[in-house]
C-alpha cells in the first residue's frame, strides 16, 4: 500500500523549513546599523523565504505519491495558487527593500542605486528577469485574465517558472549575504533545489514512462453511456500493482495525432482489475469531445493515481453524494466501500443519469440505498438536498461519513446544508474536479 503523507505533516515540515531559513539569516547577520541595515536585512530576509518559498511550491506539485495521496491534488493545487501569491509579493518586497537599503548605504537614490545593481553585481541582471516572468505568470493565474485563456494556454505560460527558478538561482550565491562565505549554507540550499527538482522528474517524467512501458496502456472500448457522456475502458498488464484505489483519478495523454500533447485528468468509474479500467467523461471541451472517437489499440500515458478522495475506514455508515459527472467517482466507492451505503445521485434530467442499472444492480447485490434525485430546482419547488431532504434521503444522516463529489455549486450548497444536518466538517470528503 502506498504510504501517504497527510497535511499536517507536510504543513509542519514546510514550516520546519521556513524556520531554518530565518536561522540561516540570523547566523550570517553580524548587526543591523541604521535605515540602510534595516532595510537591507529586510531585503535578504524576504529575498531568502521567497527562494525557499518558490522551490516549495515547484514540490508541491511534483506530483509526489505520498503527498498526492495524503492531501490531495486539488489541496495541493489550492495551497500552490494561495502560496504563489505569497512568494510573488516576497520577491517584489525582496527587490524593493534591497534597492531602497543599498541606495540609502550608498547616499544615492534608488533609481540609480538600481542601474547599479543591474550593471554592476553578478547575476543579478538574470534574477530581474526572473521576476519579470514570475510577474507574469501571476498575472495570467488571475482569476480575471486566466478564465479568458485556454487551459493548455495557461498550464504552458505557467511552465515559465522553471525557468525563472534557474535565471534567479545563481544570483543567491553570488550576492546574497548569507551565501556568500558560507560554504555549508551553499551545499544545503543547493541541495533542497536538487532534491526538489530529481522529485520532480522522478515523479512527472520517469514514473509515467515506466508505467507506460510495464503496463503497456492502450484504449479496449469505448461505450455512449448519455448524450454527452463516454465510458473508455483501458487495458493494460499487472493494473493491481497501481495501488489505484477506488474515488482515485489518473492524468490521462492519449497518444493520438490531436491529444498527444496535452493530459487531463479523469477519475476511475469502476474498481479497476487486473487488466482493465474505466474512465467516463462528460463532454466539455475539445479534449472531453474527442475522448468519443478513440480508437481500440490508441496507446495511453496514464500518470498516476492521484487524490485523497478515498474511503476512510471508520466503521460509520456511508453516505455518497454525486452531482451529474461528479458520479464517477463515486460509483467506483459505491461498489467498494464496506458497511452500510446510501447513495444520492442529483441530474437536471434523466438524459443525464448514467450508470443506472449498474447502480441497481450494486444496490440490491450489497444490499445498498440508492435515490437519484432528477429534476430542476422549480421542479422540486426549492433545493433537493436541502438538509431536511438530505435527513429524510439518509436517515441518521449525523452519524454518517459522507463522500461528495459534484459541480462547484452544488458542492458548496450541500456542504452547508450537511453541516446544518448535523455531520461534523472533518466527516464531509469532497472533491473538486477544478484545480
Ligand atoms: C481530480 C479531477 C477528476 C476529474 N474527473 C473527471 C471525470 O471522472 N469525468 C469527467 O468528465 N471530468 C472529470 N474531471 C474534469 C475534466 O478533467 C475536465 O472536464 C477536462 O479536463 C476538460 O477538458 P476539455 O479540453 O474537454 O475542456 P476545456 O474547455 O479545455 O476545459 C474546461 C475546464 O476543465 C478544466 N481543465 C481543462 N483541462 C484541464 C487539465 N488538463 N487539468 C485540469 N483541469 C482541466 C478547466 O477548469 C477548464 O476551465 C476531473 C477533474 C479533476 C481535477
Redesign the pocket.
Known amino acids: 500500500m502506498t504510504a501517504a503523507i497527510g497535511p499536517r505533516a507536510l504543513l509542519a515540515a514546510i514550516g520546519a523549513g521556513a524556520v531554518a531559513v530565518l536561522a540561516l539569516w540570523w547566523q550570517s547577520t553580524l548587526s543591523i546599523t541604521g535605515l540602510g541595515g534595516w532595510l537591507t536585512g529586510a531585503g535578504e530576509i524576504l529575498g531568502l523565504l521567497a527562494g525557499y518559498g518558490v522551490i516549495i511550491l515547484v514540490l508541491l506539485m511534483a506530483r509526489i505519491a505520498p503527498i498526492e495521496r495524503g492531501v490531495g ?2 489541496r495541493l493545487a489550492r495551497w500552490h495558487a494561495t502560496g504563489g501569491r505569497y512568494v510573488i509579493s516576497l520577491v517584489s518586497a525582496h527587490v524593493l527593500t534591497i534597492v531602497w537599503g543599498y541606495a540609502a548605504n550608498a547616499h544615492t537614490n534608488p533609481v540609480t542605486e538600481t542601474g547599479s545593481l543591474l550593471t554592476t553585481y553578478p547575476d543579478v541582471l538574470m534574477a530581474t528577469v526572473a521576476w519579470g516572468l514570475l510577474l507574469g505568470v501571476a498575472l495570467v493565474s488571475a482569476r480575471a485574465v486566466r ?1 479568458k485563456l ?3 494556454t495557461w ?1 504552458y505560460l505557467h511552465l515559465y517558472t522553471y525557468l525563472a527558478i534557474a535565471l534567479a538561482f545563481s544570483h543567491q550565491f553570488a550576492d546574497g549575504a548569507s551565501f556568500v562565505s558560507d560554504v555549508a549554507a551553499r551545499f544545503w540550499w543547493a541541495a533542497l533545489y536538487a532534491v526538489i527538482g530529481a522529485l520532480v522528474l522522478w515523479y512527472r517524467v520517469v514514473v509515467p514512462a515506466r508505467d507506460f512501458v510495464r503496463h503497456g496502456f492502450r484504449v479496449a472500448g469505448v461505450r455512449h453511456e448519455a448524450p454527452r ?1 463516454v465510458s473508455i475502458y483501458i487495458k493494460g498488464r499487472r493494473l493491481r500493482e497501481l495501488e489505484a484505489a477506488p474515488g482515485q ?1 489518473f ?1 490521462w495523454r492519449f497518444l493520438t495525432r490531436g491529444q498527444w500533447w ?8 469502476a474498481v479497476p482489475n487486473d487488466e482493465l479500467m474505466r ?12 475522448l468519443s472517437r478513440l480508437k481500440p489499440g490508441t496507446r495511453v500515458i496514464a500518470e498516476g493515481p ?2 485523497a ?1 478515498i474511503p476512510v475506514r471508520s466503521g460509520r455508515p456511508a453516505l455518497l453524494l454525486a452531482g451529474g ?1 461528479g458520479i ?2 463515486l460509483r467506483a466507492m459505491f461498489a467498494a466501500v464496506s458497511g452500510t451505503v446510501t447513495l444520492i445521485y442529483r441530474a437536471s434530467t434523466w438524459q443525464d443519469v448514467v450508470f443506472q442499472a449498474e447502480l441497481d444492480a450494486i444496490a440490491e447485490a450489497r444490499g445498498a440505498t440508492v435515490h437519484y434525485v432528477v429534476g430542476t430546482r422549480s421542479d422540486f419547488g426549492g433545493d433537493p438536498l436541502s438538509a431536511t431532504a438530505l435527513r429524510q434521503l439518509a436517515p441518521g444522516l449525523h452519524r454518517m461519513d459522507v463522500y461528495l463529489c459534484g459541480p462547484p455549486g452544488m458542492t458548496g450548497s450541500a456542504v452547508a446544508a450537511l453541516t446544518e444536518a448535523g455531520v461534523p466538517r472533518r466527516r464531509i470528503h469532497y ?5
Open positions: 491534488a486539488d478564465k485556454r487551459y493548455e498550464y457522456t483519478f492524468r496535452q493530459s487531463h485528468p479523469y477519475s476511475l468509474s474512465i467516463t467523461v462528460q463532454d466539455v471541451g475539445d479534449h472531453s469531445a474527442g492521484y487524490g478522495f459527472v464517477t467517482p472533491e473538486s474536479f477544478e484545480f
